[in-house]
């Protein structure tokens, strides 16, 4: 292929997109960011991106193929039934962005497996071929790579791990209805609603009594020192996350999980945690995961999306 075409990772968030370009060895040669323009229902979206491509590779024939990640569940195919944070529905944004590119070939994945793409291809899971890659952030989302193949699912959920049920003893609904969700518990939010129980229903001293308002990152901090109330909701929240790793073993037997996402900048000490629990219930398997921190960060994202782009063009 022409040294100088290009490949394009894309993802698309509800208030800033990011770009990547790709030369076809894989080598990232820009990346920035735009503002997401997500008013007359999201229509400015594709067509702000195609302008932002062209800018970059000059001419159309420059360019290989693009990838796109998106914040809700998107078929193989490229079609999204609904997208609420970009206001889109029942359309496919692949075909789409290729039409504004006048044929460029575009393919599009839901954006936490566009970062376990990402992760699989140039991060904490480099080398592997089965992983399952774990978002822990507001809430928890992943992605499932199998004979290293991105897993889309029937209905482009795959990977929706965040709404396994792990918490038997959950007494409030998940957003999603269900009690006990995976995202109730690991997630920052989760992290918080549980530290902010403890304090409400027992006396134990804790630092976290002095916190105007409570972060997951303060629970981790304070659990570092010993806190106790913060250890129990760390050991709790993390806990949980072990166990649907645990689950997922059961059903995938990875090689590798990538734990990503604002969450796990709490770094060694977290997936320690999660590993005890994941050893101790993952009973069948004897060559368990190793457990590891994604690497790419923010950029995990435009890394899938752009893979999934030069596999599918390929
Ligand atoms: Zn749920």
């Avoid at 518990?185 to 989760?190: E, F, I, K, L, W």
């Avoid at 630092?207 to 901090?221: G, I, K, M, Y």
């Amino acid at each position: 292929m022409n040294n100088n075409k290009f490949f394009f990772g894309v993802d698309i968030g509800g208030t800033a997109t990011k770009l990547g370009a790709f030369n076809v060895d894989g080598l990232l040669l820009k990346k920035w960011e735009i503002q997401t323009d997500i008013a007359e229902s999201g229509t400015r979206i594709l067509p702000n991106v195609a302008k932002e491509i062209l800018a970059f590779a000059q001419d159309l024939s420059h360019v290989a193929a693009v990838g796109v990640g998106i914040p809700g569940p998107v078929l193989h195919s490229g079609y999204v039934k609904r997208c609420v944070n970009l206001g889109w529905g029942d359309f496919n944004p692949a075909r789409e962005l290729s039409a504004l590119l006048h044929g460029v070939p575009v393919f599009a994945g839901n954006d936490a497996n566009m970062a376990a793409m990402g992760e699989y291809w140039q991060g904490g899971g480099k080398g592997a071929h089965n992983l399952v890659f774990l978002t822990l952030g507001t809430g928890v989302g992943g992605g499932v790579i199998i004979n290293d193949h991105l897993v889309f699912g029937h209905a482009g959920l795959a990977g929706e791990i965040g709404h396994i049920v792990v918490n038997p003893d959950e007494t409030i609904p998940c957003n999603c209805g269900q009690l006990g969700c995976l995202d109730q518990t690991a997630s920052a939010r989760g992290i918080v609603r549980r530290a902010e129980l403890l304090l409400s229903t027992n006396s134990t001293p804790s630092v976290l009594r002095n916190a105007e308002s409570l972060t997951a990152r303060d629970v981790f901090d304070a659990a570092k020192n010993g806190d106790p109330i913060a250890c129990e909701t760390v050991r709790t929240c993390i806990g949980f996350l072990g166990k649907a790793m645990a689950m997922l073993t059961n059903i995938l037997d990875p090689e590798v999980f990538i734990i990503g996402g604002g969450v796990s900048k709490a770094g060694e000490y977290l997936l320690n945690i999660a590993r005890e629990k994941y050893e101790a219930m993952a009973v069948l398997s004897d060559q368990r995961a190793k457990v590891v921190l994604a690497e790419l960060g923010n950029d995990a994202g435009i890394y899938g999306a752009a893979k999934l782009a030069m596999d599918s063009f390929q």
